[in-house]
DNA sequence: CTATTATTCAAGTCATCGCTTGAATGATGT
DNA sequence: ACATCATTCAAGCGATGACTTGAATAATAG
């Protein structure tokens, strides 16, 4: 024990915060909301080299954010519980409430004034039971692939604007991606206002979905 | 905007992060989670020189964790809203679910295992009302006489056991100080028990008793 | 206006962090 | 046992952060 029991408390504390503090760990962890992963998959998916990724990774789990286990030659890491996603979940709450600068990352992102208000899980999980909304994932296939909410289309990105088209005009467009941190879901509703569709997105992602207990169709790990 | 607008995103929610990595700073807002305060006094009590409190007072208002005014020629700093505090609870709980680290800290303490459950302070507003209970704020006497919970006394932790001798000891004891983050409460109860006295600890300290809406006896600010 | 007091700014030092590279470890399959 | 593959360790480099010192700014008192 040290001199001083206090500091050591807050240097404990601190060190929670430290590994939050880099858009790196950031990364991972939004990925692993998604669901447990391996260090190649997550160095693959956020772009660092896998000897970087999985130092990034022994500091999450220094601070007990995430935990791993062995599976053959592969570690598979996760979020070690909710609590990790409700404090990431706070961080960016606290982060879009006081900074002006999110705000205008944010605005840029639906060109302009005409982001509408996103829909509630709650709100979602009704309209989905009724049938009166097309639900489109945005994200990556390998990630629609391993779990979606149930009922939803994939549409990645990078083929939305192509498969505009066949969209089904009559039910209302509710974009959904990997949660608060992601920004597919803005861009998605963006691209589709932009050619008067009418288009919203959901408040949060799959994690969130997945935590409130709602309907998920579940892939291959 | 940069190439980035999802880097641009995580920046921001780390530089939030990041304001929270630091012991220095963590001290700070639990000294204003007390109330309001001057630089000075804020160095004073943290142990800080001047300039570096300063130093770090500004990052977190960077984080727009603070917010400050001036009064005349004094600068006042206090935490932007209660979700400040949120995020703070929060940092704290998840290093204390997750590290063993802190438990053996507060075990410590403790010097031991008897320590008991804490009072809630739902419990502990009802048992005031009823009498049935001795409440020690074992803050220093300057921010005891800030404010403090209704019908307490002050026993700053130096005095604590000269004063033993005074305590009525048909009512039970409980403690409180700053805050979860405070470990002057932990340290007063194993004093009292020690003693062989009946003495607990309050879950939260004076800002949460605030937040909750419980009765506060406000001094001079 | 000048002096005073509270705070902030600026420059410098030392430690730590993030990333890279290349080697070491650990489990599996032949 | 040996080769293979995923992951981790270790060393090095550049950048950033924490703290110190001394000067600059801002509001008030005389």
Redesign the pocket.
């Known amino acids: 024990m040290s001199i001083s029991p206090k500091l050591a408390l807050l240097e404990e504390y601190a060190?929670v915060a430290?590994?939050l503090?880099?858009?790196?760990?950031l990364m991972l962890l939004e990925q692993l909301a998604q669901g447990e992963?391996?260090?190649?998959?997550?160095?693959d998916k956020t772009g660092?080299?896998?000897?970087?990724?999985?130092?990034?990774?022994?500091?999450l789990?220094r601070a007990a954010l995430v935990t791993?286990r062995?599976?053959?030659?592969?570690?598979?890491?996760r979020l070690t519980d909710a609590k990790t996603l409700a404090l990431m979940d706070l961080l960016r709450i606290v982060a879009e409430r006081n900074l002006a600068q999110v705000e205008r990352i944010l605005r840029g992102l639906s060109s302009g004034k005409d982001a509408p208000e996103p829909v509630s899980r709650e709100d979602l999980a009704v309209r989905i039971a009724e049938g009166s909304v097309t639900v489109l994932d945005v994200r990556p296939a390998d990630e629609y692939a391993a779990g979606h909410i149930s009922g939803a289309l994939n549409m990645p990105l990078i083929e939305i604007e192509r498969i505009i088209p066949t969209l089904d005009l009559a039910a209302e467009i509710v974009a959904y991606c990997r949660g608060p941190y992601c920004i597919y879901a803005h861009q998605a509703v963006a691209a589709l206002r932009k050619h008067g569709i009418n288009a919203r997105r959901l408040d949060g992602g799959l994690p969130e979905w997945r935590e409130d207990g709602l309907p998920v169709m579940s892939g291959a790990q």
Do not use: F, M, W
């Open positions: 060190l430290r590994a503090s880099a858009p790196a760990r992963r391996g260090v190649e998959a997550l160095a660092l080299t896998i000897a970087n990724c999985s130092q990034h990774l022994q500091q789990r791993s062995r599976d053959g030659k592969a570690v598979i890491y």
